[in-house]
């Protein structure tokens, strides 16, 4: 599905009105809604206000000073922890100006007096408004600058990654449901993130939950919750993941693993926006961006019976094709030196780098497990090396002998081939070399295999210098 480009800075500004004078908060909605470019709502206490900072995104807060049970400089300070990049309003009476320096000790943009001049209010909200946009743009141009070589850590600058990273540009300022598809290991979850890293959500929970890691009997209550006593051994109160996530994103992966019955129950939840606890007759608003995927064709699924139409077409609202990595074999480079550079910092390490001969048999395997299996290479080659640079010998056997190399220089489609015709102490050491690999270097294990002694074999390693 085209994604049409979304101008961050053009995105409505979003405010939240904290102020338990109910028609006075309404008048003030009222006063920006006809700006056209705010998108206003209203607190009629600072208890409510608090929740609201605590589960959605805002740009700008205008709160009264003054309020019986949580005043304005609480809700400024629960504003600047929760939402940094937001700019806080205060509104006050001409009595209460010492209130007011501490308030804007505190950080906010700046104060209004009551009665307000309705003039003066939307001048002050559209500067604050000006300096979000300005924010929007910068961060925009950043993402463009980087996206030669990744999205917030999605590598690729083949054209196929290239289109990914446009729909992200594209889709990470709005709220839009999301549904990545892709085979196991192609990186849904760091798109997932990467969508969640680059939205206003940005400061709230990014939730991830593997639907098919889950029994079935236990998923609804991780989805929803539960309340103590609800069934058998539920001995207290769980928050839900819908519900922790509340604010920011949450990422189901492995939809297509969702049971029928689970499935309407979604369904309900994303169209009213409301989650109940089971065991409770409570329904609870929420506020979660969902993205989902699956390395499931949902579509055939869908005309089977086994996945529901409605819900597919909910959760498909733009979907994302991630390729298989055997499809832009252009990017492995990229992704080789990303993980050898991550990898050798998280574990202390340091290589001159990677021959060009291991490179090429990187390059040319199809990587059935994709982006995760290669990574996990790396950190293989990485841990075992001996001599500071990853080369064809610190390849796993599988790489080695589908690609047409063994540790001891035997080439061919199927090393093996190449021994016929060899002298029989070549292939002596090739075997070895073989079982040391399969028992992990333990020297009893590969004699035992081999039907030769302990002192042979050591013998055999000495001589053939293997490692």
């Not at 589960?55 to 309020?67: A, E, G, H, P």
């Not at 400089?73 to 501490?102: F, G, M, N, Q, Y």
């Not at 048999?361 to 990587?367: E, G, K, N, P, T």
């Not at 102490?425 to 004699?447: C, D, F, P, S």
Request: a negative charge.
């Amino acid at each position: 599905m085209a994604v049409n480009h979304v101008d961050p800075s053009a995105v409505a500004i979003s405010v939240l009105i904290v102020d338990d004078d109910e028609p006075h908060a309404q008048a003030v909605a009222d006063s920006l809604d006809a700006l056209n470019c705010c998108d206003c709502t209203i607190a009629n206490s600072g208890t409510k206000g608090v929740e609201l900072i605590e589960s959605q995104n805002f740009d700008v807060v205008i709160t009264d000073l003054k309020m019986d049970d949580v005043d304005g400089l609480a809700i400024l300070r629960k504003a600047k922890d929760e939402l940094p990049d937001a700019e806080v309003i205060v509104l006050t009476a001409h009595s209460s100006i010492p209130s007011v320096v501490t308030a804007m000790q505190g950080g906010a943009y700046t104060y209004l007096t009551k009665p307000l001049d309705i003039q003066e209010l939307r001048s002050a909200v559209d500067k604050a408004s000006s300096r979000i946009r300005l924010i929007r743009r910068n961060v925009a141009l950043s993402r463009g600058l980087d996206e030669k070589f990744g999205f917030e850590g999605v590598i690729g600058n083949s054209p196929a990654m290239h289109r990914v990273i446009e729909q992200l540009k594209n889709l990470a300022p709005t709220d839009t449901t999301v549904l990545i598809l892709g085979e196991s290991g192609t990186g849904k979850e760091l798109v997932a993130r990467a969508l969640h890293q680059n939205s206003p959500r940005k400061n709230k929970p990014f939730v991830p939950l593997n639907i098919s890691a889950l029994p079935e009997s236990i998923l609804e209550s991780e989805l929803w919750g539960h309340e103590a006593g609800a069934f058998t051994g539920a001995a207290t109160r769980r928050i839900g993941k819908f519900e922790y996530a509340n604010g920011g994103t949450l990422f189901l992966d492995e939809v297509g693993e969702m049971p029928m019955d689970t499935q309407i129950k979604l369904l309900r939840v994303l169209e009213d926006r409301k989650i109940t606890r089971l065991g409770s007759n409570e329904e609870k608003s929420i506020n979660v961006r969902l993205v989902a995927a699956t390395n499931a064709a949902l579509k055939s699924m869908m005309e089977e019976g086994e996945f529901r139409s409605d819900l597919y077409y909910r959760l498909s609202v733009v979907t994302i094709y991630l390729p298989p990595l055997r499809d832009r074999r252009e990017d492995i480079p990229l992704l080789i030196d990303h993980f050898l550079k991550d990898l050798c910092k998280r574990n202390g390490r340091e290589v001159e780098g990677i021959s060009r001969a291991a490179r090429q048999v990187l390059v040319s395997f199809d990587w059935p497990g994709n982006i995760r299996q290669l990574r996990n290479v790396i950190e293989g080659m990485l841990a075992l090396d001996m001599d500071g640079k990853l080369d064809v010998d610190d390849l796993p056997t599988e790489l080695a002998t589908l690609a047409g190399h063994s540790p001891d220089g035997f080439t061919g489609a199927a090393g093996t081939d190449m021994l016929i015709g060899r002298p029989l102490n070549e292939v002596e050491k090739y075997y070895i070399a073989r079982a040391l690999e399969l028992t992990g270097g333990r020297r009893e294990e590969t004699a035992t295999m081999l039907g030769m002694g302990e002192r042979t074999l050591y013998r055999k390693i000495k001589e053939y210098d293997l490692k």
